[in-house]
T-cell receptor
Framework: AQTVTQSQPEMSVQEAETVTLSCTYDTSESDYYLFWYKQPPSRQMILVIRQEAYKQQNATENRFSVNFQKAAKSFSLKISDSQLGDAAMYFCAYRSTDSNYQLIWGAGTKLIIKP | ETGVTQTPRHLVMGMTNKKSLKCEQHLGHNAMYWYKQSAKKPLELMFVYSLEERVENNSVPSRFSPECPNSSHLFLHLHTLQPEDSALYLC?????????????FGSGTRLTVV
């Protein structure tokens, strides 16, 4: 069974600096999807960025980018120029291409932005 | 506007009460999901509906009963809950089952069982 591990329960960063959140996963599959979601205090889970495993190129969305290391089964999220609005819980999730329904979730990392 | 609306936002209920959570989406999605989010735990998938038909039930206790009358509405009926059922209940929808495009979530119902 697949698992997703986020080893950092909490991270803090100074405003305008860069922070990297870690995510590792375990799978025997070769093709799958990976996601980062953000959950601010408003509680709504928002999709930040996604990656298809068969694509070598790391996904980028404005200030958010990933470092996808398939062999190492690592999928870290880099946030550049951190802003106060980035403060939230960040969740990493995995989905098999064979699974129609299940997203496998990490336990989350709380990101604190220091002004 | 999130696209997925959940009501109520907060709910406190006794263990003998019966209540319902409501989820509504007008995004044209045809798959809807109930998740349970407890502190310091990964999200737990409870139920999945596709085209108004239940396709997944992850061994959820029978005190939770889902209902999907149409592709825009999803309910979670609650009865004789336990204090350990206190959690944030999130509803989500997606265009089709298991797409790359991820899910759209509501803001959740914070449930407290006393």
């Amino acid at each position: 069974a697949q698992t997703v591990t986020q080893s950092q329960p909490e991270m803090s960063v100074q405003e305008a600096e860069t922070v990297t959140l870690s995510c590792t996963y375990d799978t025997s599959e070769s093709d799958y999807y990976l996601f980062w979601y953000k959950q601010p205090p408003s509680r709504q889970m928002i999709l930040v960025i996604r990656q298809e495993a068969y694509k070598q190129q790391n996904a980028t969305e404005n200030r958010f980018s990933v470092n996808f290391q398939k062999a190492a089964k690592s999928f870290s999220l880099k946030i550049s120029d951190s802003q106060l609005g980035d403060a939230a819980m960040y969740f990493c999730a995995y989905r098999s291409t064979d699974s129609n329904y299940q997203l496998i979730w990490g336990a989350g990392t709380k990101l604190i932005i220091k002004p | 506007e999130t696209g997925v609306t959940q009501t109520p936002r907060h709910l406190v209920m006794g263990m003998t009460n019966k209540k319902s959570l409501k989820c509504e989406q007008h995004l044209g999605h045809n798959a809807m999901y109930w998740y349970k989010q407890s502190a310091k735990k990964p999200l737990e998938l409870m139920f999945v509906y596709s085209l108004e038909e239940r396709v997944e039930n992850n061994s959820v206790p029978s005190r939770f009963s889902p209902e999907c009358p149409n592709s825009s509405h999803l309910f979670l009926h609650l009865h004789t809950l336990q204090p350990e059922d206190s959690a944030l209940y999130l509803c989500a929808s997606s265009p089709t089952q298991g797409t790359f495009y991820g899910y759209t979530f509501g803001s959740g119902t914070r449930l407290t069982v006393v």
